[in-house]
């Protein structure tokens, strides 16, 4: 990734709260869980799904610069959502969960030096991954998921 190429990405990460938030405006409250299917997540789910991964992303992003070369886990969202019960934890609590980590993260990379970015760890699932390939997952991870509440809204859509 190139330097410029990183900038744009990291002011990316950086507005993912925005971006949520922006498109749970257009998302009645009311039918945040909806589940489109039993094997579905409802919008209630992804948000508290954020949070957890946003807490996953904020130690990783933490291993890569304080210690280079350690491993990291990897864990089941699926096993996490009902495990967790999902469905019962506070969306309000997750969305503030994930935008002050998400922020602290934010600050902590956009001045990082250079040589910085290519610290690597061992990822459990993925193998060796250096930040700028974090830098990557967690930047397009939420776009994923805005797209995805975007569908649970379609399909609910159709049954009102």
């Known amino acids: 990734m190139t330097s410029d190429e990183r900038k744009q990405k990291i002011e990316s990460y950086g507005k993912a709260y925005e971006n949520v938030?922006?498109?749970?405006?257009?998302?009645?409250?009311?039918m945040w869980q909806f589940k489109p299917s039993d094997?579905?997540?409802?919008?209630?789910?992804?948000?508290?799904?954020?949070?957890?991964s946003e807490a996953n992303g904020y130690?990783?992003?933490?291993?890569?610069?304080a210690e280079p070369g350690s491993k990291v886990m990897a864990y089941d969202q699926d096993l996490w959502t009902n495990a967790l019960k999902y469905y019962s934890q506070s969306t309000d609590e997750a969305l503030e969960l994930f935008k002050f980590?998400?922020?602290m993260s934010y600050n902590l990379?956009?001045?990082?030096?250079e040589k910085a970015w290519s610290n690597v760890v061992e990822h459990s699932e993925n193998g060796i991954m250096t930040l700028?390939?974090?830098l990557d997952v967690y930047e397009k991870h939420i776009s994923s998921h805005i797209e995805q509440m975007k569908r649970v809204y379609s399909a609910w859509e159709k049954t009102v």
């Not at 409802?42 to 957890?52: G, K, R, T, V």
């Not at 990379?109 to 030096?113: A, E, G, Q």
């Open 132 to 134: 700028d390939n974090w």
């Open 101 to 103: 980590l998400r922020v």
């Open 59 to 65: 130690i990783r992003c933490r291993r890569f610069i």
């Open 39 to 52: 094997n579905e997540w409802s919008i209630h789910e992804i948000l508290i799904h954020l949070a957890d």
């Open 109 to 113: 990379i956009k001045n990082l030096p």
């Open 21 to 30: 938030m922006k498109t749970l405006k257009n998302l009645p409250k009311e």
